[in-house]
């Protein structure tokens, strides 16, 4: 069973919807703790906002299932990352490794240089940069982003995936073991997606 | 590499698509759901969906169309219909909706863009634009291209900017009206004030009209109708042209 977990963010649909086109049908979005224990699959649309999304997952008190889930029962996870543009009214500081802490990292904001605007609404090419389980066998390597800041990791082997159009190596996708997080908006990426989420499904056979 | 985008808009009169010959004798096309799956099969960049006549009618939004094609469409799809509520945009959003568009509203009530980009993120907010070039100056128009605001475009361009919108949509009547595509002039005037990403919005007939745009400008997007309804152009024969000339695209092969 796949688990989408639903904190009462927006996008979870959409993300639900995309994994039914590629014929999932034992999925469910859920926030209750008994259908993550018996996820054989978790995905995570996170999002950062105003809002304060942690605060909604620490109402849940889900955050000790989820480490318990992927960190000890190593269940495939993964992490669907949208950003929002914060603008400076919070520090990228303050969400400095306050959440789940799966992997060393911290959140670095896109550079406004003179040629890029931000947000960073766009389709993009990322490239492969260390071996990927992810992002094998997708022909067309274009995934739509909307952020003005990205994580950044401190392994650089978990890297596996960048964009260094700009003066800064922009981390796109990290891979640790069961682990995924993807920087970019996947579920709007059409077919590139499809792949990306069927080569997810198929870690646990690989 | 960035890539800029071809963004077919969907016109709707609240029971079918259409497609407008002069501003407003419109004809009827298809249903929206059966199009958008059309676009999609496409793998075009975008969609825009607008209920033109939304805000003459004061009709309310139908969730439930926007439900329907929203699951058809696996890339980025806004909405623009009569929007003049925070509850309107989350319940767009919930209708899984990406971004929204907001025209008038904005206008009689700037501080509607901050307070939709502070709850719902910036990116999810496109603030639609409307000009007409007065005696060598561009001022903004609103209620359906009806009264003249007495704003400039860049005065009105800079606060949207402050005001925190993710992207601005620019329209020029002018062209509209001619059915040419638009003053490529505005567009070089205002990307050197503002550094939010803009779509370009217009009637072109040529795909040519695309690649002066894209080689003259930088537009991060561009909008049309009429070229997609009218002719067999297609957003991917647009983007083969820009590719040839250098300009990063989107290509599916």
């Known amino acids: 069973m796949l688990v989408i977990i639903d904190y009462y963010m927006w996008n979870v649909n959409s993300v639900y919807n995309t994994f039914k086109k590629i014929g999932i049908n034992d999925i469910i979005i859920s926030n209750k703790k008994e259908d993550i224990l018996n996820a054989d699959y978790i995905v995570l649309p996170w999002v950062w906002a105003f809002s304060d999304w942690i605060k909604n997952l620490k109402k849940l008190d889900l955050i000790d299932i989820i480490k318990e889930q992927v960190i000890k029962n190593k269940i495939p996870f993964l992490g669907i990352c949208l950003w929002m543009q914060l603008l400076g009214t919070y520090s990228y500081e303050h969400w400095k490794n306050k959440w789940l802490d799966f992997i060393k990292w911290e959140v670095k904001k896109i550079k406004n240089e003179p040629w890029i605007r931000v947000p960073h609404v766009w389709w993009n090419n990322i490239e492969i940069k260390n071996k990927s389980f992810l992002l094998k066998n997708i022909k067309n390597l274009d995934f739509y982003f909307v952020n003005s800041y990205y994580f950044d990791c401190d392994n650089k082997n978990d890297i596996t995936s960048i964009c260094n159009h700009w003066t800064n190596i922009i981390t796109w996708t990290i891979e640790k073991n069961n682990i995924f997080w993807t920087q970019f908006h996947p579920e709007k990426s059409q077919k590139s997606w499809m792949q990306l989420l069927t080569n997810f499904l198929n870690y646990k056979n690989a | ?253």
């Open chain 2, 1 to 253: 590499m960035l890539k800029v985008r071809i963004i077919p808009t969907m016109l709707f009169n609240g029971i079918s698509l259409i497609k407008t010959i002069k501003f407003w004798e419109h004809r009827t096309l298809w249903n929206p759901i059966q199009i958008a799956r059309v676009y999609n099969s496409r793998d075009v960049d975008e969609l825009i969906f607008i209920d033109i006549t939304a805000t003459k009618n004061n009709r309310s939004i139908n969730f439930d169309i926007i439900k329907n094609i929203s699951k058809e469409c696996f890339m980025p799809l806004s909405i623009w219909w009569w929007i003049h509520s925070i509850e309107d945009i989350n319940n767009l959003l919930k209708s899984w909706a990406d971004k929204i568009v907001i025209n008038s509203e904005a206008l009689k009530n700037p501080s509607f863009i901050k307070e939709s980009s502070k709850i719902f993120w910036s990116q999810c907010i496109i603030v639609s634009i409307d000009v007409k070039k007065i005696n060598d100056e561009y001022f903004v128009f609103s209620d359906n291209w009806t009264i003249n605001t007495w704003k400039t475009l860049i005065e009105w361009a800079l606060d949207v900017e402050k005001l925190w919108a993710g992207e601005i949509y620019l329209t020029s009547i002018d062209n509209d009206w001619k059915m040419e595509w638009f003053d490529i002039n505005i567009y070089k005037i205002l990307l050197n004030k503002i550094k939010i990403p803009l779509i370009a919005s217009g009637w072109a007939w040529k795909i040519s009209d695309f690649l002066k745009l894209f080689k003259e400008t930088d537009v991060s997007a561009a909008s049309a109708a009429s070229i997609f309804h009218y002719t067999h152009v297609t957003p991917n024969n647009i983007k083969e042209l820009l590719n040839e000339n250098n300009i990063p695209v989107r290509l599916i092969k």
